[in-house]
């Protein structure tokens, strides 16, 4: 299964493909190192950018099969969605977006190499990062006799320049803004966009204001907060501002308002599945504010035991997602007990938004567990019999007593 792919043994692959420059690059050398025909696929999940071009240039290289899907709405409800429904928090931060990304790219290639027959996938991963892992766990589980090749842990293409030098001696069209050193890497979707390398390397010095894309810096934000409401069914936002709205629209919106708010930035270093330490910033504007409002309607619908169990379980499967095992048999058992705890996870929660803040200000809920006539300190007229409190505390305190009785 890990063993390299050899040239010869590969009819057609299917190539994960944005259209930048090492992807052109990734489909020109599978098409001369391997002697196939290689079909392209590119998804659109939110990114921003426009796609036709990608299209155009996969044409210009000879490409005859080109898949171009907009997969919005299915990355949304069956992928961010879910993930949120367990406030999943990678290290207790990150909100894992280019993480639940990539088992949808691979879903959908390995559909593909389905339908025009392919034998093989490719992915434009280089051999240091996590999405190569993410990528190849999920072809595996999904076609386990798949070929995979991975050109960045195969070439010999190790630099920017290289690429570049590569793409002129094949006539492969080179962005003039890719020329030279890029400061820094990018990857983006619907829910956030990251950015990695160059200037960022040093842990120790800011990120420069020209790295952030999504958001507004906060200290230029409005001066006046702004007010909204997010209405949840079941676990999963339907509605902003009383108005309903599919997955993806919902999000869209809540990156308008993120952006507008400086909302959503996070800078972080973090622990690689492969072992090392990397230093990334993140700006995930509406999933920010979809998170916290998600935990806000929490708060008055689940049972404490369910919800610290649920905090419990949170870590482990942000880690699987962050692991790449999505397709996994212990990812769809905590997702099934996670969503069978968001079937009264109904209600409204307003917020507040200031500069780079998002507060909860109000939530309300037809199944809300809270008793203003229990907590009450005002005159409960025997809701809650406070001297039943006495006895709680004794049996709790027991074990407390005997060992200090007996350490004393």
């Not at 899907?69 to 977006?97: I, K, S, T």
């Not at 959908?108 to 389905?114: F, L, V």
């Not at 997702?335 to 705890?341: C, L």
Request: net charge negative; charged share 30%.
């Amino acid at each position: 299964m890990a063993d390299r792919v050899k040239p010869g043994e590969v009819k057609k692959v299917v190539l994960a493909y944005s259209g930048g420059l090492d992807t052109s690059v990734i489909l020109r050398w599978l098409q001369q190192t391997y002697r196939c025909e290689v079909v392209t696929f590119t998804a659109d999940l939110g990114q921003g950018e426009e796609l036709e071009p990608a299209r155009e240039k996969a044409e210009l290289l000879g490409v005859r099969a080109i898949f171009i899907d907009d997969l919005r709405e299915e990355f949304v409800r069956d992928f961010v969605f879910p993930m949120f429904r367990a406030n999943a928090l990678y290290e207790g931060q990150y909100l894992l977006g280019t993480s639940i990304a990539r088992p949808l790219i691979a879903k959908r290639q390995i559909e593909i190499a389905r339908q025009t027959g392919a034998d093989a996938v490719a992915h434009g991963a280089t051999g240091k990062g996590n999405d190569q892992v993410r990528f190849e766990l999920s072809y595996y589980a999904l076609a386990p006799d798949i070929k995979v090749i991975a050109p960045w842990r195969e070439w010999d293409l190790t630099s920017r320049s290289k690429l570049i030098e590569f793409a002129e001696a094949h006539q492969i069209p080179v962005a003039k803004d890719k020329r030279g050193e890029a400061p820094f890497s990018t990857d983006g979707n619907l829910l956030h966009t990251s950015s990695e390398g160059k200037v960022l390397e040093d842990p120790w010095e800011e990120v420069p204001d020209y790295v952030y894309s999504r958001t507004d810096n906060p200290e230029d934000a409005p001066d006046t907060p702004e007010i909204i409401t997010i209405d949840f069914e079941r676990g999963d936002g339907v509605a902003l501002n009383g108005e309903g709205m599919s997955p993806a629209t919902l999000l869209t919106r809540l990156n308008e308002l993120g952006k507008r708010h400086g909302i959503g930035r996070l800078d972080l270093v973090e622990n690689r599945f492969v072992g090392m330490k990397s230093r990334g910033m993140y700006e995930t504007p509406g999933g920010t504010i979809y998170h916290l409002a998600h935990r806000g309607i929490e708060q008055l619908t689940l049972d404490r035991g369910a919800a610290h169990l649920k905090d419990e379980l949170a870590p482990r499967y942000a880690e699987l997602i962050y692991n790449g095992f999505w397709f996994s048999p212990e990812r769809e058992i905590l997702q099934a007990a996670i969503d069978h705890s968001q079937e009264k996870v109904t209600g409204t929660v307003r917020l507040k938004l200031y500069k780079g803040g998002v507060y909860v200000i109000g939530r309300k809920s037809p199944y809300s567990l809270y008793s203003e006539k229990v907590v009450t300190f005002e005159d409960d007229q025997g809701a809650y019999d406070q001297r039943d409190a006495a006895g709680f505390i004794k049996l709790n305190a027991l074990r407390l007593r005997l060992l200090g009785r007996r350490d004393r």
